[in-house]
């Protein structure tokens, strides 16, 4: 009986063995000498050989001479501010180029507010928000557009272009589903891939193909139930695209979200202070309540004339992104004479109902004679302020249809009008549109001045299409 006690609690053999070899592995782990490379000792010639040999990596690719940008930056000197009319190499010339739609950049009671805030804060606030960064013109500022935006609060960034890139890796995170439409900016894509979710893209303003999307959503949910749970859908939009000139179908998108349960951002950056009856945005220009929109994020740089952006939105939502937005917590705040003069630039589109009157009517105007002009073609809507023109007939080579309206842009500069082609990182870029130049309308620009501004493209391409055909 007392041995076949001892056989049962005898352990396997195959523990026997491992830890045989485990005890084997140690001791020859104990015993055996370290590694070290055999040292070779050059003299004094050889070591002045392989450093006369050695051939640094460049630090940045090299640049062609004649990279448009490079052009751009040793031909066109601005002097002054880029306003409706700018001094280019000496030379005045008519500004459709400056994303400055309200005519609000170099205006008196602006440069005083921030020359008054500059006497008192100085330059900068040398520290993020949440690191002795606020200072009270900030509050004032955020609680500023919240009520200009009929929002309950509003967070301010420092950087235009990290503000909505910051706002969706806060909420979106590994697991999400976010879908986007394929004509959205370089701003927002780089937040998506911050975001690290799954990303699904929807033809530009299809809502059939973005409906076929969300059902193909549905069907992986009813798949995986218990994924489904934790699984959060977010859709991204741009109220007025940068890169089509054109107004989204926010009626239809919030309709969508509803019925499929998506969380809607609306970037603004270029619909903000510029659509609806009082520059609310394209919320108001559709007239649906902001309570619709979970975030609605824009950049001062284009209306405002000034720096930086802000999202806003329920309290709960914007507080969440002053703990989880990269750009705000980890950003120097923006400068306080910054912040004094989108105050004042508030203040007048708040006193000016006229102005924006005045910015649709010219943006019609000029959307109306760029059709007319041969071998071109206007896109986007009539009341976008942001308008691309391009080929009516394009090529199948890209460079080449660039260099067409590169020829364009410097034709219409000889004769008294700035435009710019409109730049893409080609490579980068999700969804490439079609070349094309860039015009931004001006509320400034007159009747008169408008028809001299067509007139001048038209003569241009005409002078330039008519070579190349």
């Not at 830890?19 to 040292?39: D, G, H, Q, T, V």
């Not at 284009?302 to 990269?326: E, M, P, W």
């Not at 660039?402 to 710019?420: C, H, P, S, V």
Request: proline share 4%; net charge negative; glycine share 6%.
């Amino acid at each position: 009986m007392k041995g076949q006690s001892w056989l049962a609690e005898m352990a396997p053999a195959y523990h026997l063995i491992f830890e045989a070899l485990l005890i084997i592995l140690i001791i020859k782990l104990l015993f055996s000498k370290s590694y070290a490379p055999n040292k070779t000792i050059l003299t004094e010639k050889e070591k002045e050989d392989l450093i006369n040999e050695w051939q640094p990596e460049p630090l940045v690719p090299d640049v062609p001479d004649d990279h448009p940008i490079l052009q751009a930056m040793n031909n066109n000197i601005i002097s002054g501010r880029p306003d409706k009319i700018m001094t280019i190499n000496g030379k005045s010339v008519m500004n459709m180029a400056s994303l400055n739609f309200l005519g609000l950049l170099g205006d008196e009671s602006i440069e005083a507010a921030a020359q008054k805030a500059l006497s008192k804060y100085g330059v900068g606030s040398c520290g993020p928000r949440g690191f002795y960064g606020t200072m009270d013109v900030h509050l004032e500022l955020e609680d500023r557009l919240a009520k200009f935006m009929n929002c309950e609060e509003a967070i301010l960034y420092s950087y235009g272009f990290a503000t909505i890139a910051s706002a969706i890796p806060a909420y979106s995170k590994r697991g999400d589903v976010i879908f986007v439409d394929d004509g959205v900016c370089f701003a927002i894509q780089k937040g998506l891939v911050a975001s690290r979710s799954h990303i699904r893209y929807f033809k530009h303003n299809d809502m059939e193909d973005l409906e076929r999307l969300c059902l193909e959503q549905q069907k992986e949910d009813k798949r995986v139930p218990k994924k489904a749970k934790v699984t959060r859908r977010f859709l991204v939009v741009e109220g007025l695209y940068a890169k089509h000139g054109d107004v989204c179908p926010l009626p239809k998108l919030v309709e969508m979200k509803w019925k499929y349960k998506l969380r809607i951002f609306v970037e603004e950056s270029f619909s903000f202070g510029v659509l609806g009856k009082t520059g609310r945005g394209v919320t108001e220009h559709f007239g649906i309540s902001v309570d619709e929109i979970d975030l609605m994020a824009a950049c001062l740089e284009n209306a405002i004339g000034g720096a930086g952006g802000f999202c806003c939105g329920k309290k709960y939502i914007v507080d969440h992104q002053r703990l989880s937005g990269l750009g705000y917590c980890f950003s120097a705040s923006l400068p306080p004479m910054l912040a004094s003069g989108a105050i004042q630039s508030l203040t007048i589109i708040e006193n000016d109902q006229e102005m924006l009157t005045r910015l649709r009517h010219n943006c019609e105007k000029i959307h109306e004679k760029l059709s007319k002009i041969d071998g071109m073609r206007v896109m986007g809507d009539t009341v976008a302020p942001i308008k691309h023109f391009s080929l009516s007939e394009p090529s199948d080579d890209r460079d080449f249809d660039n260099r067409t309206l590169e020829k364009i842009t410097e034709e219409a500069m000889q004769r008294g009008l700035a435009l710019t082609p409109a730049r893409y990182l080609e490579h980068e870029e999700h969804n490439l549109p079609p070349p094309s130049i860039r015009l931004a309308v001006n509320v400034k620009l007159t009747d008169e001045e408008i028809d001299n501004c067509m007139s001048i493209l038209s003569d241009a391409c005409h002078a330039v299409l008519s070579k190349s055909s």
